[in-house]
C-alpha cells in the first residue's frame, strides 16, 4: 500500500500569481502535440508525396484545437455533469481556476474547431480527424498526471496492494485511477494510433480507432474510479463518463466497418 506524496498543486509561485501543475499539463498537451504534429507531416509526406499537409498545419491547427479542448471541455463538463448547479450559478461557468473539464466535451469542441479549420484549409474534415488523432494521447496522459499531483479523480477502494491512500480523502488504500488512465489513454493508445497511421489507410481509419481505443479504456477504468459524488452511478451502475463512452464505441465500430467498405 502506498500513499499520495500530497504535491503542493502550485509548481511555481511567482508574487501573487502562481503557476500550477495542472496548467503545466496543458500546455505539455498543447506543445507535445505541436511537436508531434510537425513530425506526422513529414511522415506522411513519405508515405506519399501528394499528401496535402504542409510545414505549418500543425501551428495553425494549435490555436483552433486549444479553443476546442478550452471551450469544449467546459461547456461538456457544465452540461454533462452539473447543469441544475450551473443554471442556479451561471457566472462560475467561466471560473476555469476552479477546476471541472470534461474529455467528452472537449472532444465534442476540437471537432467543431477542425470543421471550421478543415473548411479554411480545403481539406476533407474526416482527413484532418485522421491527421489530428494520434497527436491527441500525449494531451490526456499529460492531463491525467495533472489530476494525479492535484490528488483528484480517485479511484474506489481495493485491496490490491498497489492501493494508494488519499490523505484529503480518507484512509482507504484506493485504486490510482489517475495513473491507470494515463497508461491507457496517454501510452497505450499513442501507441496503437502512431503506430497504425504509420501505414496508409482508408480516410476515417485513424479517427474510427481513436474512438473505439479512448471509448473502451476510458470505459473500463471507470470500474476503478469512484463516481462523482454528486451525480454516483447511474442506470446499471455505470458512471457518466461510462455511458458518455458507449457512443463513442459504437461510432468507432460502425465508423471503421463503413471506412474499409468504401471503394
Not at 498543486?9 to 511567482?14: C, H
Not at 491525467?144 to 474506489?156: A, K, S, T, V
Request: aromatic letters at 16%; proline letters at 6%; one cysteine or more.
Amino acid at each position: 500500500m502506498f500513499t499520495h506524496p500530497g504535491f503542493n498543486p502550485v509548481a511555481l509561485q511567482l508574487g501573487p500569481f502562481g503557476i500550477h501543475w495542472y496548467g503545466l499539463m496543458y500546455l505539455v498537451g498543447f506543445f507535445g502535440g505541436l511537436w508531434l504534429g510537425q513530425w506526422q507531416v513529414k511522415r506522411l509526406k513519405a508515405l506519399d508525396a501528394n499528401s496535402p499537409w504542409r510545414a505549418q498545419d500543425p501551428d495553425d491547427m494549435l490555436f483552433y484545437i486549444a479553443l476546442g479542448v478550452v471551450f469544449g471541455g467546459r461547456l461538456g463538463y457544465v452540461l454533462f455533469y452539473q447543469p441544475a448547479y450551473f443554471w442556479q450559478h451561471p457566472l462560475e461557468i467561466v471560473a476555469l481556476w476552479q477546476g471541472g473539464m470534461s474529455f467528452h466535451g472537449g472532444f465534442i469542441g476540437v471537432m467543431l474547431a477542425m470543421a471550421l479549420f478543415a473548411r479554411r484549409r480545403g481539406v476533407r474534415w474526416l482527413q484532418l480527424m485522421d491527421f489530428v488523432a494520434p497527436l491527441v494521447p500525449i494531451g490526456l496522459g499529460a492531463g491525467r498526471l495533472g489530476n494525479f499531483i492535484n490528488g483528484e479523480l480517485w479511484g474506489r477502494p481495493t485491496q490490491a496492494d498497489w492501493g494508494m491512500v488519499f490523505p484529503a480523502v480518507d484512509r482507504l488504500a484506493r485504486h490510482p485511477s489517475q495513473l491507470y488512465e494515463m497508461l491507457l489513454e496517454g501510452v497505450v493508445l499513442f501507441i496503437l494510433l502512431w503506430t497504425f497511421a504509420g501505414k496508409k489507410r482508408p480516410i476515417g481509419a485513424v479517427s474510427a480507432l481513436f474512438l473505439l481505443g479512448y471509448g473502451s479504456a476510458r470505459f473500463l477504468v471507470e470500474f476503478t474510479r469512484e463516481p462523482d459524488s454528486f451525480l454516483g452511478l447511474l442506470s446499471l451502475g455505470l458512471s457518466m463518463g461510462q455511458w458518455l463512452c458507449l457512443p463513442m464505441v459504437l461510432v468507432g465500430v460502425l465508423m471503421m466497418r463503413w471506412v474499409y467498405r468504401q471503394p
